[in-house]
């Protein structure tokens, strides 16, 4: 069969992700184990290539009955309470936040002290729940409104100020009809609003090319953890795009996608390692391609 086959440049780790994991293959290769608090990136395959090396993940339940050894703090970042339990337990923190997310909590923290102040609410856009998230919630003290669509910011009171943030790999185009759903909702209530822009720059720049990646191609071939809420917003920019888009997760791929002659796009999340796509791509070359 002939099949003209295209990995999509920008596909791979986003740098927050590639910064923690070398800083854990580091650590790995003079100790014998590392503790992460959370899945350093959400993908299987990754997660069990880290394993191997003696990287071992805990929930902070766990995190609770450690003491005198190290933990690394993924790129998601985590709430002031993970630092304070470090602190009492002599945990050593290896701490991977993405800079971008880092950022973003001092700008939460310092904005929830003004909008607290007058009574007003702090609103984040964001999968509930999410490690990122949490970390955002926790510099409120676990006052933040999170919603994850327009539909539930009916409870929020617009009369009084409101601030808008976002988690930093939504999509830019919900979030900009959430923002401008709550603003209007501020002027008819006369109230103050102000949203600031925190999505991370390489993941909109990635949301522009991926949706002109997508539509270029015959069919495409997403490949991602189905507990990336990345891969989850990714994918479906894909499908937006282009109606031929499959899920691929674990290798496997359905019988008779292909037809001769047809374009094929492999793309991922920014929690797709590189080396997972170029995989498939062999596979595709060897198994469809080559096959007599």
Known sequence: MNLT????????????VVRAVRKAESYLSDHDRLYSLGAI?????????LASKGLQIIDAEKMASIHDDVVLV????????????????NITI????????????????ATYRKVSAKGGTLVIFGKKGHAEVNGLVGRTDGNAVVVESV?????????KPVALFSQTTKDTEQYAALTEACRRRSEEAGGEFEAFDTICKQVAARHEAL????????IILFVSGRESSNGNVLYNLCLKHNPRTYWIDGGQIPEG????????????????????????????????????
């Open 257 to 292: 996608l292909f037809h001769d002659g047809e374009s094929v796009g492999i793309c991922g999340a920014t929690s797709t390692p590189r080396w997972q796509l170029e995989e498939l791509y062999l596979h595709l070359q060897n198994k469809i391609i080559n096959k007599q």
């Open 94 to 109: 290896i701490d991977c936040t993405c800079p971008v997310v880092l950022q973003l909590q001092k700008k939460v923290a």
């Open 41 to 49: 990136v959400h993908n299987a395959q990754e997660i069990g290539r």
């Open 74 to 89: 993924r790129a998601h970042g985590e709430p002031p309470a993970t630092y304070d339990l470090a602190e009492r337990n």
């Open 151 to 159: 539909q539930e910011i009916d409870g929020i009171d617009f009369s």
């Open 211 to 218: 949706a002109g990646f997508a539509a270029s191609h015959d």
């Open 5 to 16: 086959i295209e990995i999509d440049a920008g596909s791979g780790f986003c740098n927050g």
